[in-house]
């Protein structure tokens, strides 16, 4: 079974412009979430998708971050305009529905705001 | 509140050495979720294992068992006979209700390094 896939793998841009990261959960996955983690932190929920509808995300920051998730398969986070301690790698999770089902990780989306 | 806390933030021992890497958490839910991921160098989180609230009985899987004892709310990790390999940041993890939704709450996490 594929794994969750994320890209890019790296990104840096400067300050005020604009990114978008993208996520495909791993088959069958109705539940997707993305974190931010900062150096030396544990993973932090930005929002959590349960199909194509929002369940969480009340740690979003909506003044400049946005995510979708329109068919309810893959999904994409925007930053619009990034700031410097937006520097962070972006984790995107998928899992099964059921409180018991294990979040399975991609590789992550290591941002860097100059 | 719901939180988990990994009180070693590095670890540093010789190959071979077994260790053991601490987790409290704290809920006010009956049923609940625990989890330990590894965090390797090249950033993903893989999933090592998970433990619901009824189910105290202690794994091993190789050379990582896990102690869980819901009396002083932990649950443990051990290394056994540690391996460069097993270099890595870990969590700790607590799957809770969290504002009407089951969210997964992370420890600060211990770096791990073993030396050859």
């Known amino acids: 079974e594929a794994g969750v896939a994320q890209s890019p793998r790296y990104k840096i841009i400067e300050k005020r412009q604009s990114v978008a990261f993208w996520c495909n959960p791993i088959s069958g996955h109705a539940t997707l979430y993305w974190y931010q983690q900062i150096l030396g932190q544990g993973p932090k929920l930005l929002i959590q998708f349960q199909n194509n509808g929002v369940v969480d995300d009340s740690q979003l920051p909506k003044d400049r971050f946005s995510a979708e998730r329109l068919k309810g398969v893959d999904s994409t986070l925007k930053i619009q305009p990034a700031k410097l301690e937006d520097s962070a790698v972006y984790l995107c999770?998928?899992?099964?529905?059921?409180?018991?089902?294990?979040?399975?990780f991609g590789p992550g989306t290591r941002l860097l705001v100059l | 509140a719901q939180k988990v806390t990994q009180a070693q933030t590095e670890i540093s021992v010789v190959e071979k050495e077994d260790v053991t890497l601490d987790c409290v958490y704290e809920?006010?839910?009956?049923?609940?979720?625990l989890f330990w991921y590894k965090q390797p160098p090249s950033g993903e989180l893989v999933f090592l294992i998970r433990r619901n609230s009824f189910d105290e009985q202690n794994e091993i899987s190789g050379r990582y068992s896990w102690n869980f004892q819901k009396s002083t709310s932990s649950f443990n990790f051990t290394i056994t006979a540690s391996q460069v390999v097993d270099s890595a940041v870990y969590f700790c993890a607590l799957r809770a209700l969290i504002q009407g939704a089951q969210k997964l709450v992370f420890g600060q996490g211990t770096r791990l390094t073993i030396n050859p």
């Open positions: 809920t006010r839910d009956t049923t609940y979720y």
């Open positions: 999770a998928s899992r099964r529905q059921g409180p018991g089902e294990t979040q399975y």
